[in-house]
């Protein structure tokens, strides 16, 4: 303790002690001279030198006085520190340099670090999210395994006694609520939930309460819980807004909390990811819904229990007939007897991240790449200035240091460089941060809002700096073990610059081609993703979007049921609205559809043609009103359009696409009119429709998916209520004022119908490719980096390799050789190890580049045009990188260089 006490006082005081220490040496060097002046009668200078000697160095003697005073450890490494800073700063654009290269491979793993612990592994906002679970269901059948989200109330209600396997089974449905009363009425996603669901999520309001549970749960019918969001924006943040009334869908709904924050909740279905909700309102679906599957069912399993083991109980339940009737398990799901129901169970925040879990990890796999790069990219850069120093550590280890001193040293600087390009790293992936995730789309990426720099991205980036002082200082600190140092080169020290270092100079060859190997992986993996998304999107959508008279307008709103509960009412509604839309200044054609291309509606079901044994395809089956194929620009083949003459008096007709004509008539387009085909959801059960056209094929849910059949039957023929989802659209050079005059004739029809969602069929477009134009943008920004990481790399080796071979250049050019022969001499070494680096790099690409094919459209993981341009890319943008310090060598003055050695 007392050895401790006495450092901590010596290194508060250390000034002083220096001082002192100083002048009881000078004052005993002054004692030792006066005696030696007295008994040898020497001079005075005389005496000083003599007394000089026999004292011993005076350096060497403070530093053995103060080693019982201080934390030798500390105070080497504190030295160590000082000394990496002073080099730093005595080389500037080796530091530049080295800090731009760490600072970008560290802020970009950050970055990317930063968005997939927010989205993947940031437990979700709700206590032990890891007990929640979503219940699923799969048909096993000799054909195969089906599986389906959705499940029937009367099974909810079969299951939710009989499972004790959770402590919680709650259920919802999503839907699109409508909100008047409070300013302009405004559509809100919403969620029908069961009186359980926060019970189930263990989420308690901030303000009010949750719904009430058991017997008491009647009480809250009518009942609504609002998010802090809509609670602070459309509700004004009113303080005593739990027990207002608020009218939802036309129907007054008593207010009865407030939910937190931090608190959200984003169902997944299907199709897509929808909004966050903003307003849960209390359902208890009645038992006379019939079999049809609606509900997501979500629940909180016991503590201890397994995911194994609830799904055995649940698969039990759900084949006990008389807790899930047959036909009520899923949308499709009429079992069978040769059919085995199985439930299963996915994490809820798995359930919700599943579809971009496989990117994210790419992308995590590719910037450590870039990191990788990065580090072998400055490792290298220290190798060159290792061999630069050799004179220097030459001499340190001639006055003592020994090489483990040395290579202390050398690992100090690596960490010292680490930790500011780490410093700069996360800095700079803030920055990238901030910038970039506003213009993200949440239908690309969820739970954008728990992206955040916190304590565990700190502590990831911490880890990267440790890895990066691994790699950047091992590598040179392990070569001064190899290395030739001591007293001869710390005599001839530039001696190095003419020898150079074979040794060390291969090293940084295979280095160099290190980085070119994992360069053109990157870039491979690039340019595959460039060559799909150009297929994808010079894929026709078979409509013409935009042309010269004009582009195509979508409005789309959601008919509810308490202003219109018939069809009647909704064609009456749909006619009138689009009777006005058609006289809209710059209107050249105008129509309906409930279900528009590219949009998160698409309603299929099975088919049937009369004479023909039942087909196994699903249809898509929109209604439309007269006019659409015009106004979308879809090429009529055969037949006629819908005219107004279609009603619901006449008879009954339809238009087929080109595929139906393709796999069920030989004969053509003409054989299909007058046929009589019918549909239905769940099985083909319709009324029988008369084919009085044949259509072009259209991708109705995106570029990249197969064209679906369609049967297209008049809008005012229809009579279910899938029509209550109405797409205005209109063909306009003036897409903006027809917006704006579309919405004015909704607003003169129904005063209180929100728009759901207003765009052009251009951006319905764009926005179904957002996610594959995001992912090739990341990846291509992730390559173009290592891709000029790796060209410095190039231009650091040759540029050292020319100073280094200077002399030999001079030699050469004395005896003979031109310019011509230079150039060629030193292009033809960097040619060597950019092919080397490129072999390396297709072998590895051909097998890393696999993990990318569920992400490509119309190319193969193995695409010979992306290898073949990518690979001269590469190789070009070697030897241009090698081109500078080549032609600075043939500028080399043969007598210069050798009058200079």
Same mark, same amino acid.
């Given at each position: 303790m007392g050895s401790v006490l006495r450092r901590l006082l010596f290194f508060f005081q250390r000034n002083q002690f220096d001082r002192d220490l100083e002048g009881e040496l000078r004052s005993h060097e002054e004692m030792k001279a006066q005696a030696l002046a007295d008994a040898d009668g020497m001079s005075g200078d005389e005496a000083r030198a003599a007394a000089r000697r026999r004292v011993g160095n005076p350096l060497r003697l403070r530093e053995q006085s103060r080693e019982p005073w201080v934390f030798a450890t500390i105070e080497a490494f504190a030295q160590d520190v000082r000394h990496a800073l002073r080099l730093m700063r005595r080389d500037p654009a080796f530091t530049f340099t080295a800090l731009a290269t760490i600072a970008l491979g560290i802020g970009l793993n950050t970055a990317i670090f930063s968005v997939a612990y927010g989205v993947l592994w940031r437990p979700l906002p709700y206590p032990d999210p890891d007990r929640l679970v979503m219940i699923s269901s799969a048909q096993q059948s000799e054909t195969g395994v089906r599986t389906f989200s959705t499940w029937a109330p009367v099974s909810y209600e079969g299951l939710r006694p009989h499972v004790t396997a959770l402590d919680h089974l709650a259920a919802y449905a999503p839907i699109d609520a409508r909100l008047t009363g409070r300013g302009e009425p405004m559509q809100v996603p919403a969620l029908d939930v069961s009186p359980?669901?926060?019970?189930?999520?263990?989420?308690?309001?901030?303000?009010?309460? =949750?719904?009430?549970?058991?017997?008491?749960?009647?009480?809250?019918?009518?009942?609504?819980?609002?998010?802090?969001?809509?609670?602070?924006?459309?509700?004004?943040?009113?303080?005593?807004?739990?027990?207002?009334?608020?009218?939802?869908?036309?129907?007054?709904?008593?207010?009865?909390?407030?939910?937190?924050?931090?608190?959200?909740?984003?169902?997944?279905?299907?199709?897509? =990811?929808?909004?966050?909700?903003?307003?849960?309102?209390?359902?208890?679906?009645?038992?006379?819904?019939?079999?049809?599957?609606?509900?997501?069912? &979500?629940?909180?399993?016991?503590?201890?229990?397994?995911?194994?083991?609830? +799904?055995?109980?649940?698969?039990?339940?759900?084949?006990?007939?008389?807790?899930?009737?047959?036909?009520?398990?899923?949308?499709?799901?009429?079992?069978?007897?040769?059919?085995?129901?199985?439930?299963?169970?996915?994490?809820?925040?798995?359930?919700? #991240?599943?579809?971009?879990?496989?990117?994210?990890?790419?992308?995590?796999?590719?910037?450590?790449?870039?990191?990788?790069?990065?580090?072998?990219?400055?490792?290298?850069?220290?190798?060159?200035?290792?061999?630069?120093?050799?004179?220097?550590?030459?001499?340190? *280890?001639?006055?003592?240091?020994?090489?483990?001193?040395?290579?202390?040293?050398?690992?100090?600087?690596?960490?010292?460089?680490?930790?500011?390009?780490?410093?700069?790293?996360? *800095?700079? =992936?803030?920055?990238?941060?901030?910038?970039?995730?506003?213009?993200?789309?949440?239908?690309?990426?969820?739970?954008?809002?728990?992206?955040?720099?916190?304590?565990?991205?700190?502590?990831?980036? &911490?880890?990267?700096?440790?890895?990066?002082?691994?790699?950047?200082?091992?590598?040179?600190?392990?070569?001064?073990?190899?290395?030739?140092?001591? +007293?001869? &080169?710390?005599?001839?020290?530039?001696?190095?610059? #003419?020898?150079?270092?074979?040794?060390?100079?291969?090293?940084?060859?295979?280095?160099?081609? =290190?980085?070119?190997?994992? #360069?053109?992986?990157?870039?491979?993996?690039?340019?595959?993703? /460039?060559?799909?998304?150009?297929?994808?999107?010079?894929?026709?959508?078979?409509?013409?979007?935009?042309?010269?008279?004009?582009?195509?307008?979508?409005?789309?709103?959601?008919?509810?049921?308490?202003?219109?509960?018939?069809?009647?009412?909704?064609?009456?509604f749909a006619r009138g609205v689009l009777d006005r839309i058609q006289y809209l200044p710059g209107v050249t054609s105008a129509s309906v559809i409930n279900s528009a291309p590219f949009g998160m509606m698409f309603i299929q079901g099975s088919f049937e043609i009369e004479g023909q044994p039942k087909p196994t395809l699903a249809a898509g089956t929109p209604k439309i009103d007269a006019g659409y194929f015009k106004t979308m620009g879809i090429p009529l083949l055969a037949g006629r359009e819908f005219t107004a003459r279609d009603t619901a008096d006449a008879p009954n007709v339809a238009i087929v696409s080109e595929r139906i004509v393709r796999e069920y008539f030989p004969g053509g387009a003409g054989a299909a009119l007058g046929r009589r085909v019918r549909v239905g959801i769940m099985s083909a059960d319709g009324e029988w429709m008369t084919v009085v056209g044949v259509v072009a094929d259209i991708r109705q849910q995106g570029l990249d998916q197969d064209v679906k059949p369609m049967i297209y039957a008049p809008f005012q023929q229809d009579r279910s209520g899938f029509i209550r989802f109405v797409?205005?659209?209109?063909?306009?050079?003036?897409?903006?004022?027809?917006?704006?005059?579309?919405? #004015?004739? /909704?607003?003169?029809?129904?005063?209180?119908?929100?728009?759901?969602?207003?765009?052009?069929?251009?951006?319905?477009?764009?926005?179904?490719?957002?996610?594959?134009?995001?992912?090739?943008?990341?990846?291509?920004?992730?390559?173009?980096?290592?891709? &000029?990481?790796?060209?410095?790399?190039?231009?650091?080796?040759?540029?050292?390799?020319?100073?280094?071979?200077?002399? +030999?250049?001079?030699?050469? *050019?004395?005896?003979?050789?031109?310019?011509?022969?230079?150039?060629?001499?030193?292009?033809?070494?960097?040619?060597?190890?950019?092919?080397?680096?490129?072999?390396?790099?297709?072998?590895?690409?051909?097998g890393v580049t696999r993990v990318l094919q569920r992400f490509l459209f119309g190319v193969t993981p193995t695409d010979p045009i992306a290898f073949t341009i990518v690979t001269l890319l590469l190789l070009a943008v070697g030897l241009m990188a090698a081109w500078l310090p080549a032609r600075r060598a043939t500028r080399i003055d043969p007598c210069a260089a050798l009058r200079a050695e």
């Open positions: 359980n669901f926060f019970a189930t999520l263990g989420v308690t309001p901030a303000r009010g309460r =949750a719904f009430l549970t058991g017997a008491a749960a009647p009480d809250d019918d009518g009942g609504a819980i609002v998010s802090d969001r809509l609670w602070r924006t459309s509700l004004r943040a009113d303080p005593a807004i739990v027990g207002q009334s608020i009218t939802v869908d036309g129907l007054p709904r008593t207010v009865v909390g407030v939910l937190p924050p931090a608190f959200s909740f984003r169902p997944v279905i299907r199709i897509g =990811a929808l909004p966050e909700v903003d307003i849960f309102l209390l359902n208890r679906w009645p038992g006379d819904t019939g079999t049809s599957a609606f509900l997501f069912l &979500l629940g909180r399993m016991k503590s201890g229990m397994t995911q194994a083991r609830a +799904e055995a109980e649940l698969t039990a339940l759900v084949n006990d007939s008389s807790i899930a009737p047959a036909g009520a398990l899923a949308m499709e799901g009429a079992r069978a007897s040769n059919v085995r129901t199985l439930a299963f169970t996915v994490g809820l925040q798995e359930y919700g #991240t599943e579809s971009v879990r496989t990117l994210l990890l790419i992308l995590l796999g590719a910037v450590s790449f870039v990191l990788l790069i990065a580090c072998v990219n400055v490792a290298n850069l220290q190798m060159a200035r290792l061999t630069a120093r050799r004179g220097e550590l030459s001499v340190r *280890m001639a006055l003592g240091a020994g090489r483990r001193r040395i290579v202390r040293q050398l690992l100090t600087e690596a960490v010292v460089l680490s930790v500011v390009g780490a410093s700069l790293g996360v *800095m700079l =992936a803030q920055v990238a941060i901030s910038f970039t995730l506003p213009l993200v789309p949440q239908s690309v990426l969820p739970r954008l809002g728990g992206i955040v720099i916190d304590a565990r991205v700190m502590a990831f980036c &911490l880890g990267l700096s440790l890895v990066s002082t691994l790699l950047v200082g091992l590598v040179p600190a392990l070569r001064v073990g190899g290395a030739t140092f001591g +007293e001869g &080169l710390a005599l001839n020290a530039g001696a190095t610059r #003419t020898t150079g270092d074979r040794q060390g100079e291969r090293l940084r060859t295979l280095l160099v081609a =290190a980085q070119i190997a994992m #360069t053109l992986v990157l870039l491979i993996g690039a340019g595959l993703l /460039i060559h799909s998304f150009v297929r994808l999107t010079s894929v026709s959508p078979g409509f013409e979007s935009s042309g010269g008279d004009g582009v195509v307008q979508t409005v789309r709103v959601t008919l509810p049921e308490d202003l219109y509960d018939g069809p009647d009412r909704m064609h009456a797409s205005f659209v209109a063909r306009t050079a003036t897409p903006g004022s027809v917006v704006e005059g579309i919405r #004015t004739e /909704i607003r003169r029809a129904a005063p209180d119908l929100p728009i759901a969602s207003a765009a052009t069929m251009d951006e319905a477009v764009a926005a179904s490719v957002a996610a594959p134009r995001f992912r090739t943008l990341l990846l291509v920004l992730l390559a173009t980096t290592a891709t &000029l990481i790796a060209t410095c790399g190039i231009y650091g080796l040759m540029a050292y390799a020319v100073a280094q071979r200077r002399r +030999e250049i001079g030699v050469r *050019m004395a005896l003979g050789a031109d310019r011509r022969d230079v150039l060629r001499l030193v292009l033809t070494r960097a040619l060597r190890i950019v092919v080397v680096g490129l072999v390396v790099g297709l072998a590895g690409a051909a």
